[in-house]
């Protein structure tokens, strides 16, 4: 099976800031990689999906990039709604895991 | 509205069943892919289980392989976890997902159902 590990598991940022978050494959995945925000209580919702590519209705600021092993989720102007916990998940022959998650707090 | 809804969850003991429903609504059920995903209290995303769009395929996380059984009705455009030989490891909220194929990734998600397994 694929193992996906995010760095780092907790981040602390301020409003404003430039964040990233990694996620690296336990082996190739080409570029089915999406990442997922979720609150508290709440459904995790999709953000970027095949590595890069922006979910309807999400905020420019969030962006995706990588292929292969290496991948990164990008917020370039923290705001006080992206306090949260990010997952990356990849899709890989019939075979779906997500990333241990990394809390963005304050 | 795009819509999944859970129900189903409760407390059993170990070894007990129970049976999940995810009611879809808003779009063609028929035509997606869908998923079930649980999170341990205070823990991460774990994948289950999934079935294709006319529910002849379907794969299981090796965790539950044995023990559950997801199904889907296109008449009642409602999916379905069936759990049996329930441990105290399967307590989580229950999540189904929509997949979209185009995307490859889950897009829609229902609120979750809490299934606690505990004697």
């Known amino acids: 099976d694929i193992q996906m590990t995010q760095s780092p598991s907790t981040l602390s940022a301020s409003v404003g800031d430039r964040v990233t978050i990694t996620c690296r494959a336990s082996?190739?995945?080409?570029?089915?990689l999406a990442w997922y925000q979720q609150k508290p209580g709440k459904a995790p919702k999709l953000l970027i999906y095949?590595?890069?590519s922006l979910q309807s209705g999400v905020p420019s600021r969030f962006s995706g990039s990588g292929s292969g092993t290496e991948f990164t989720l990008t917020i370039s102007s923290l705001q006080p709604d992206d306090f949260a916990t990010y997952y990356c998940?990849?899709?890989?022959?019939?075979?779906?895991?997500f990333g241990q998650g990394t809390k963005v707090e304050i | 509205e795009v819509q999944l809804v859970e129900s189903g969850g409760g407390l059993v003991q170990p070894g007990g069943s129970l049976r999940l429903s995810c009611a879809a609504s808003?779009?063609?059920?028929?035509?997606?892919?869908m998923h079930w995903v649980r999170q341990a209290p205070g823990k991460g995303l774990v994948w289950v289980s999934r079935?294709?769009?006319?529910?002849?395929?379907?794969t299981y996380a090796d965790s539950v392989k044995g023990r559950f059984t997801i199904s889907r009705d296109s008449a009642k455009d409602t999916l379905y976890l069936q759990m049996n030989s329930l441990r105290a490891e399967d307590t989580a909220v229950y999540y189904c997902?929509?997949?979209?194929?185009?995307?490859?990734?889950?897009?829609?998600w229902g609120q979750g159902t809490m299934v606690a397994v505990s004697s």
């Open positions: 997902a929509r997949e979209d194929g185009a995307l490859g990734a889950f897009d829609i």
């Open positions: 808003g779009f063609p059920f028929s035509g997606y892919w």
């Open positions: 079935i294709n769009s006319d529910g002849s395929s379907t």
């Open positions: 082996q190739s995945i080409s570029s089915w």
């Open positions: 095949k590595a890069s």
């Open positions: 998940q990849q899709y890989n022959s019939y075979s779906w895991t």
